[in-house]
């Protein structure tokens, strides 16, 4: 069944979220703020082995000596560029009020639901197994990735909703969204990504994890959504590289 993948992906962000705001409550404010720093220094570790592809032998042969590098910037300039024209950040933002607005306790005035969504949902897609285990499902290859993904994301959202709350359960709306259209994707383009374009996938979403984990932790807001359009550009990037420059 094609899209079996995401659907499980999606039950067990709803399922995590549930159990994660049931213990979250019992937990004083300084337990729920020690386990959002912990999970970002996890993204961290998750973000560092991922960019770690970049001395992966294959680029250098296949796109030459630090050509890599300069993709992954440009995919980045890129992306920041096209998504602060379209302003995603206050797009995801106002998708998260809204769903505050409706489903939040309106005596919670210093709600978390706005960051818990968008965190979470940035943590869930950016990253190469959102896409390229949907891509996978769309080719009937199997959904072992998305599998391994939801595990991931099940512990995860328990975390994510102990320390910012149910917001975190709505995220499973932008998942659900974005891992639907790669798995379209994967059904009528086919095999569309090489080696090369997924390790530069991957280290490009190593780094939006980076800004993921610095605001997790309070050190920098990093307008992570408004880089996601990075993940597009890069893959076609390395392609444009590879039949036209080297």
Do not use: C
Not at 58 to 72: A, Q, R, Y
Not at 86 to 103: P, Q, S, T, V, Y
Not at 178 to 187: I, K, P, R, S
């Amino acid at each position: 069944m094609i899209g079996l993948g995401t659907l499980i992906n999606v039950l067990a962000i709803v399922l995590g979220s549930l159990i994660g705001t049931l213990i979250g409550s019992k937990f004083s404010k300084k337990t729920r703020n020690l386990v959002t720093d912990t999970l970002g220094l996890t993204t961290f570790v998750i973000a560092g082995l991922s960019i770690a592809d970049i001395a992966n032998p294959t680029l250098k042969e296949n796109l030459g000596s630090g050509v890599g590098v300069l993709i992954i910037l440009g995919s980045l300039i890129l992306g920041g560029i096209t998504g602060s024209i379209l302003e995603l950040e206050k797009r995801f933002e106002n998708i998260g009020k809204r769903l505050k607005k409706r489903f939040a306790k309106k005596k919670d005035k210093n709600s978390t639901f706005v960051e818990g969504f968008v965190s979470a949902s940035l943590v869930f897609v950016v990253g190469p197994l959102a896409i390229l285990g949907s891509i996978s499902d769309g080719l009937q290859n199997g959904i072992e990735l998305l599998a391994l993904k939801s595990s991931l994301d099940f512990f995860a959202s328990i975390a994510f909703a102990s320390s910012l709350g149910i917001g975190v359960m709505f995220s499973a709306l932008a998942v659900g969204v974005y891992q639907a259209l790669f798995t379209l994707l994967g059904v009528v383009l086919g095999n569309v990504l090489d080696e090369t374009q997924v390790l530069i996938l991957t280290v490009t979403g190593g780094l939006l994890l980076v800004g993921v984990a610095l605001r997790l932790l309070k050190i920098k807001q990093v307008s992570v959504a408004e880089l996601l359009p990075a993940l597009i550009f890069a893959p076609i990037l390395v392609k444009i590289w590879m039949l036209y420059f080297h």
